[in-house]
């Protein structure tokens, strides 16, 4: 069902999907999604009402941020407080300001809710053609009379993404640079930083400096549009593994995939977790690895790689996005935006011990398999064919 803006209808179910998709006017465009959890004031509570890359989770879980695709959220609305009585939901450009950018060059956007089972889908259209700003309220989820509904917004604001977390009284760090000095003990809170760093280009690098006693728990976090599994296993759905080559300081190398089992160690060699394995398409946070920023200095290298295992290989169709995150660190965003469909695995991005420091450098490579990429790299290891039990 489509909506006209200023229109409404009532949510389809108590636990939802909010999804967003646009195509680009022929140039680069860095638009983001973010939603934020109001009371009656049209303000948050505190900064973790602000739910967007860099603060995944708000409400304890009832509002979650999915960074697949454009970027999207589940919602449940039954774990909400009374106190919370709309969440909106915006889409502001990156850099906007600094490029000339304006909305007006995401085609077809929309913002669309649903069900999270499937079903009942409500779908909103703003008017873009022409549009001065950079950012734009696209719907939200309010509540009237203990009912909660979907009213289609489309209301624009002048400025990016700080001006208008601040206009929902965000508190927005001014210098959320990676070079900041530590916090001191038992700080107050501190603002919300809205920095992202996104390796756009093959070779581009970013390194990181710890900011306290170790790197803490760094997450790999990929996620990508699964497609639809037919009746009697057919459909476009596709199973996207994610997996690295790892080298240690002591010259110990090998690989962690859910292939063949090898889903690695976080408390023990080689320090990197895979998190299970996502056959089904139906864990919306995708696949995890978790490596120990602890232990960062028995690591030498890993090289992230997503493989297409099963379902037919088209990497347009799963708009994959890998983002890395880590404790007082701006998240690092790599998006697989091209492809090659007759190859079914992607070395991602390259995470190396650079003296202590992390860096990483985009990749982006559409090869056979583990093998040729491991050739590629250097890596030197040996092959032998694994199946997943």
């Excluded at 995401?106 to 409500?122: C, K, S, W, Y």
């Excluded at 989820?141 to 601040?166: D, E, I």
């Excluded at 998240?331 to 695995?345: A, F, H, K, Q, T």
Aim: proline share 5%; glycine share 14%; hydrophobic share 40%.
């Amino acid at each position: 069902m489509d909506l006209q803006q200023g229109g409404n209808a009532p949510v389809p179910a108590d636990t939802l999907t909010i999804t967003f998709d646009w195509a680009e006017a022929g140039c680069d465009v860095n638009a983001d999604v973010s939603a934020y959890l109001l009371t009656s004031a049209g303000k948050v509570r505190g900064d973790v009402d602000m739910v967007f890359y860099n603060q995944p989770e708000g409400e304890d879980g009832a509002v979650r941020f999915v960074a697949g695709g454009r970027g999207g959220f589940e919602v449940d609305l039954v774990r909400l407080p009374a106190e919370i009585e709309r969440i909106v939901f915006c889409v502001t450009i990156n850099g906007a300001q600094a490029q000339g950018q304006t909305l007006a060059l995401l085609d077809g956007a929309h913002i669309g809710v649903a069900a999270r089972g499937g079903g009942g889908d409500l779908r909103f259209r703003p008017a873009l053609a022409g549009a001065s700003e950079a950012a734009m309220t696209f719907g939200e989820l309010y509540r009237r009379n203990g009912q909660w509904k979907v009213r289609a917004v489309g209301q624009g604001f002048n400025g990016g993404l700080a001006p208008l977390a601040r206009s929902f009284g965000i508190d927005v760090a001014e210098d959320a640079s990676a070079a900041s000095p530590p916090p001191p003990p038992a700080p107050p809170p501190r603002p919300v930083s809205l920095s992202k760093v996104t390796l756009e280009k093959r070779g581009q690098t970013v390194s990181l400096e710890k900011r306290g006693a170790s790197f803490g728990e760094i997450t790999i976090n990929l996620n990508w549009s699964r497609g639809r599994k037919g009746l009697f296993g057919g459909g476009s759905a596709i199973d996207l593994d994610l997996g690295c080559l790892f080298e240690l300081a002591d010259g110990r190398k090998g690989v962690v995939q859910a292939l063949g089992n090898a889903f690695g160690g976080f408390a023990q060699p080689p320090f990197i977790a895979l998190s299970g394995d996502d056959r089904t398409g139906d864990v919306s946070q995708g696949e995890t690895m978790r490596v120990n920023g602890a232990q960062w200095a028995a690591i030498r290298r890993l090289a992230v790689f997503a493989n297409i295992y099963d379902g037919v290989p088209n990497w347009q169709q799963t708009d994959g996005v890998v983002l890395v995150t880590m404790p007082d660190q701006p998240p690092i965003e790599v998006r697989m935006s091209e492809g090659r469909n007759d190859r079914r695995l992607c070395g991602i991005v390259l995470i190396e011990n650079d003296g202590g420091r992390v860096k990483m450098t985009r990749i982006v490579e559409y090869v056979r398999d583990q093998r040729v990429l491991d050739e590629q790299l250097g890596w030197g290891l040996r092959w032998v064919t694994g199946r997943k039990d």
